[in-house]
């Protein structure tokens, strides 16, 4: 995870490529037309799409010095520290490596208006139909499910409430949420909802995890 984290990877630079190279492409092969990863592990139809992306907003590409007190990581340079959305990606990985079922998707340039997932949604691959829910690793703190993504609900209260009850974690719906990826797909998906990962000040330099 530390690694991963040291690459500065706005969309369309080298370090992006090296980083996808390098994490991705071992696990996921090669990438879509625009740039997505995908990968199916379990049972055909999987129920549940599992998303982040690999585009971060660093206004530079390149390796950053990390500085790691206790269990807190932060960048050294100033810059943002990219936890949005390396912790995604890399949960993402954790969880295929376990096994478990799900439709993976690591998006590209979600950061730029959501490259990837827009053209996921419009070309609406024939496999989203079989899609109960979509969930993005690509939110701060630790207590949230969201259920409303740019004022507009993009998931139920009560799938929030089970889902948290399945985690086992004192998580709870939250209608504040902003774009992410999932947003794409709400009007195919059920429930598409984006849930806490445990970074905060995303995008400034005072970013950490």
Same mark, same amino acid.
């Given at each position: 995870y530390i690694e991963m984290l040291k690459y500065m990877r706005p969309e369309g630079s080298k370090a992006q490529?090296?980083?996808?190279?390098?994490?991705?492409?071992p696990v996921f092969g090669p990438c879509d037309e625009v740039g997505n990863y995908l990968v199916e592990i379990g049972g055909n139809p999987n129920r549940v799409m599992f998303s982040s992306h690999h585009d971060t907003v660093h206004r530079k590409d390149g390796k950053q010095e990390l500085v790691i007190k206790g269990d807190i990581v932060s960048?050294?340079?100033?810059?943002?520290?990219?936890?949005?959305?390396? =912790? $995604? /990606?890399w949960l993402m990985?954790?969880?295929?490596?376990?096994?478990? &079922?799900?439709?993976?998707?690591?998006?590209?340039?979600?950061?730029?208006?959501?490259?990837g997932s827009s053209y996921i949604a419009k070309q609406h691959p024939i496999w989203i139909d079989d899609i109960d829910a979509c969930i993005a690793f690509d939110r701060l703190?630790?207590?949230?499910?969201v259920t409303h993504q740019c004022a507009t609900r993009t998931a139920s209260d009560e799938f929030a409430v089970r889902f948290a009850d399945?985690?086992?974690?004192?998580?709870?719906?939250?209608? =504040? $949420? /902003?774009?992410?990826?999932?947003?794409?797909?709400?009007?195919?998906? &059920?429930?598409?909802?984006?849930?806490?990962?445990g970074y905060y000040d995303q995008h400034t330099p005072r970013e950490y995890q």
């Open positions: 490529r090296e980083f996808c190279k390098r994490f991705l492409e960048s050294f340079n100033g810059s943002c520290l990219g936890a949005d959305c390396t =912790t $995604g /990606v990985l954790e969880m295929i490596k376990a096994g478990v &079922p799900g439709f993976y998707v690591v998006h590209a340039g979600e950061e730029c208006g959501g490259i703190g630790t207590e949230s499910i399945l985690l086992g974690l004192p998580m709870r719906p939250d209608d =504040t $949420g /902003v774009y992410t990826d999932s947003f794409e797909y709400a009007h195919i998906i &059920p429930e598409c909802t984006n849930i806490s990962v």
